[in-house]
């Protein structure tokens, strides 16, 4: 992947993590085999734009944000954010890099701190980072809490007198105390009301084009996805299987999980050939040749022996898929 005029370039990313424990008792001494959790997944993302990572539980979301944020190190690949290869050091260097880009947490309630005010706590990054005079810092949480639609009052509550929605403002409002230039959002609304769900998703689509934010989001719901992104990524088994402009992604999906996907968000349409069933694979245990075949609908003998190679297609959307092979440059 070429660096170009990207703002976030991932490129060829391994993540690895020790196994789970294993439940028989005499074998838990034995050091835990390490498991690639993300395998080889490359992406970028231009300035401003906003890219979807859409995939199940496990299949490796979380884990390709915390390397971007470099709070997990990879085994292989890099992460460049604004030009820079973003590192692991938890030294000076990297808490400079870290001020410009900052998470946003599915869990609101576990991210703030339940014996802090809502202002102490957006006070909290002000101090750490050492921005404007300690005078000056009670208005800036005065202006973030506008920012995300809350009133100065509130700032002296503590999160348990917070709704839920109110909670994922706070958490927007303390990532953005520090004008980072990325966000990286995980599962943001997902344990909202689907009405809150719309106005947080409303409100930071503004922040972002008002800020000129670049933004990761990602979710397990394409429905969600599809109301913020420019670009989706489709992941599966920490690989990425269909990657693309939005509304080619969801309007004409090329991939079998996609696909999937796409009916399942659709909930008025009925087409249960494309439905997929089963759990996901452990990655401990990943099957050989395409990580999909076992759910596939669309399954071949090809699929169970060779890993598909990735196709660019007409429109610039990558798939990794046995179907698309032949139908366009690798």
């Known amino acids: 992947m070429t660096d170009g005029q990207e703002f976030v370039i991932v490129d060829d990313l391994v993540c690895e993590v020790r196994a789970r424990r294993p439940a028989i008792s005499g074998a838990i001494w034995r050091r835990r085999p390490l498991v690639r959790?993300?395998?080889g997944v490359s992406f970028a993302i231009p300035r401003g734009r906003t890219l979807g990572l859409v995939g199940e539980s496990g299949s490796g979301k979380t884990t390709?944000?915390?390397?971007?944020?470099?709070?997990a190190a990879a085994a292989g690949g890099r992460v460049v954010v604004g030009g820079e290869a973003v590192g692991t050091g938890r030294d000076a260097a990297w808490r400079q890099q870290r001020r410009r880009m900052q998470m946003v947490?599915?869990?609101a309630a576990g991210a703030l701190d339940r014996r802090m005010t809502v202002a102490a706590q957006l006070r909290e990054p002000l101090d750490i980072h050492n921005i404007s005079n300690p005078s000056d810092r009670?208005?800036?949480v005065r202006l973030r809490l506008a920012e995300v639609g809350l009133g100065a009052d509130l700032g002296e509550r503590y999160p348990h007198e917070l709704s839920g929605g109110q909670r994922q403002r706070v958490v927007l409002a303390r990532a953005l105390m520090v004008d980072p230039d990325l966000l990286v959002c995980d599962e943001p609304v997902s344990a909202l009301d689907v009405s809150v769900q719309a106005q947080v998703l409303g409100l930071l689509e503004d922040l972002?084009?008002?800020r000129g934010l670049t933004m990761l989001f990602i979710s397990?719901?394409?429905r969600v996805i599809r109301h913020i992104a420019d670009r989706i990524a489709v992941l599966y088994l920490g690989r990425i299987v269909e990657e693309g402009p939005a509304e080619a992604v969801l309007h004409d999906p090329q991939h079998p999980y996609t696909r999937a996907l796409v009916v399942a968000a659709a909930v008025r349409r009925r087409d249960c050939r494309a439905v997929v069933t089963g759990e996901a694979p452990d990655p401990a245990a990943r099957p050989a040749g395409c990580g999909f075949h076992p759910r596939c609908p669309d399954v071949r003998a090809v699929c169970r022996m060779q890993d598909p190679r990735v196709v660019t297609m007409a429109d610039g959307r990558r798939?990794?898929?046995h179907l698309r092979q032949g139908e366009g440059p690798a």
């Open 220 to 222: 397990h719901d394409l």
């Open 319 to 321: 798939v990794a898929c």
């Open 208 to 210: 972002t084009a008002a």
């Open 37 to 39: 959790v993300v395998d």
């Open 138 to 140: 009670p208005d800036f």
């Open 64 to 71: 390709i944000a915390r390397a971007m944020l470099g709070l």
């Open 105 to 107: 947490y599915q869990d």
